[in-house]
């Protein structure tokens, strides 16, 4: 049907960037708003940014200035970029994406990416 596959998690200093890259494939017809997710530990996953398909963004307030969501429409990808990373941006990435196949029209989730924030 349809998969989302995470890319560049991993350990990273304070204050260090990292880009993540969310790849949709499959029985794709469009893909709709997309968006990145986290969950720390002992929390609930919460929405991080996401965009729709026409550009429109939105950021949780704990990250405005520092992480840039975009997407390339041509290769149905979604991008975090992260900079000045902090301690409390620790988590699991989630990348989401809302799809129209052929035949039905729903969101999925990608398996997620591990980002440690650490000296």
């Known amino acids: 049907q349809v998969q989302l596959v995470e890319s560049g998690g991993g350990l990273v200093q304070p204050g260090g960037s990292l880009r993540l890259s969310c790849a949709a494939s499959g029985n794709i017809f469009s893909v709709q708003t997309m968006g990145w997710y986290r969950q720390s530990q002992g929390k609930e996953r919460a929405l991080v940014a996401d965009i729709t398909s026409g550009g429109n963004t939105n950021y949780a307030d704990s990250v405005k200035g520092r992480f840039t969501i975009s997407r390339d429409n041509a290769k149905n990808t979604a991008y975090l970029q992260m900079n000045s990373l902090k301690f409390e941006d620790t988590a699991v990435y989630y990348c989401?994406?809302?799809?129209?196949?052929?035949?039905?029209?729903?969101?999925?989730w990608g398996r997620g990416t591990q980002v440690t924030v650490s000296s």
């Open positions: 989401y994406a809302r799809v129209q196949t052929f035949t039905d029209n729903r969101g999925y």
